[in-house]
């Protein structure tokens, strides 16, 4: 540390406390991103967190627009340079990536690098991921020193991401707790309403004839047990409702099924969005949230999949929600009992209330893709 002054010491201060006093993961990601770019003054910065199976779990850029990142394309796989770095334990500096042995080619619409520093996120001796910075400000690129201070950054952005991690189960498994808690109190509640309800029912039918004022009050403890049914229904309805919507937002509401199911299930289930999802109305939200849950659940009980991805992103002022499985898939000669299997209408209605489109494709024998496209703003 003998080669930093109090000013560069202060900064890795402030970043260290910054990327810990996040409990979000999503939050913890993006704050380690901007902090490494503003440590070092470098152009361009991405993280990457690898899923294991050839992609990532998450990956973020710094430096670059929505509409460049859109032009981008399709997230990196971890090929090439990325593979390299994404198994190694040490850090990449080069003064031109291109020189890297392992260098492959990027996208047509990729911002042009030169210099760069790689430094991979370890806790342990297990692989968290890695951050890339490119492109330094500074003459010269990158330095020891900056090499140094992403090192420091990165020991402390392994804990602040671990400890986000195991918050982020623990509030899961806290609310799926008292869901489960809530639910069975009401479920007792509207037995008992409805058991009450059909005696009544039976004693109003039997003075019907013999009595027909007493059956008339019995047929108005009917509608006062049915009404009370109702409310207790819809409360269980309320209180089943995604918890983190409203607080967390759709994205990582998605995110955090996603990661649920992916871990209670045998399919592998990965869940991918574009940097920023424009606001959507809360029935909105509710809408996708509730298409995204029935599709995945679909694949899940139907399809035999081994893999199912859900992506979330930004098309021409439209929210763009795909699910997508490799699994049987059905015969669209036969679309008209899997609609009823798969409960596509009740879909394609919440589809419509919400102002969108939900669209079905699939093939036997190759998969089901569920497209749902809802207009963002009010």
Request: with cysteine.
């Amino acid at each position: 540390m003998a080669g930093f002054d109090r000013d560069e010491l202060r900064e890795v201060s402030a970043a260290v406390l910054a990327v810990t006093a996040h409990l979000s993961v999503r939050d913890v990601l993006r704050t380690i991103l901007t902090s490494a770019r503003k440590l070092v003054g470098a152009r361009y910065a991405a993280l990457g967190l690898p899923d294991g199976s050839g992609g990532f779990a998450e990956f973020l850029a710094d430096g670059i627009s929505d509409e460049e990142w859109a032009a981008i394309g399709p997230l990196p796989r971890t090929h090439g340079l990325l593979a390299v770095m994404l198994c190694d334990p040490n850090p990449v500096r080069l003064t031109n990536i291109r020189d890297h042995p392992h260098f492959r080619w990027w996208p047509a619409a990729h911002p042009e690098l030169t210099d760069f520093l790689g430094m991979p996120i370890m806790d342990g001796d297990e692989f968290v991921g890695e951050v890339f910075l490119a492109n330094s400000c500074n003459p010269g690129g990158f330095t020891d020193d900056d090499e140094e201070l992403m090192r420091l950054l990165a020991a402390h952005a392994a804990i602040a991401i671990v400890n986000a991690r195991l918050y982020e189960r623990s509030r899961e498994l806290s609310i799926v707790e008292e869901r489960s808690r809530i639910a069975r109190e009401l479920h007792d509640a509207v037995t008992q309403k409805l058991f009450s309800l059909r005696l009544t029912a039976d004693a109003a039918s039997a003075l019907l004839y013999r009595d027909p004022a007493r059956a008339a009050a019995e047929l108005a403890t009917v509608r006062k047990l049915a009404a009370e049914a109702t409310e207790e229904l819809r409360a269980i309805v309320v209180d089943q409702r995604p918890a983190d919507l409203r607080g967390d937002g759709l994205d990582i509401a998605l995110r955090k099924q996603a990661e649920l199911l992916d871990r209670v299930h045998e399919p592998t289930i990965r869940y991918t969005t574009c940097q920023c999802v424009p606001p959507l109305t809360e029935a909105r939200q509710q809408a996708v949230y509730r298409i995204a849950q029935e599709a995945m659940h679909n694949a899940l009980r139907h399809a035999g999949a081994t893999r199912i991805d859900m992506s979330l992103v930004s098309h021409k002022r439209k929210v763009v929600l795909e699910v997508r499985d490799d699994g049987a898939g059905f015969d669209p000669a036969t679309a008209d009992a899997a609609g009823r299997r798969l409960g596509l209408s009740s879909m394609r209605e919440r589809a419509r209330v919400a102002g969108g489109k939900l669209d079905v494709t699939s093939e036997a024998g190759r998969g089901t893709t569920v497209r749902l496209e809802v207009p963002t703003g009010g």
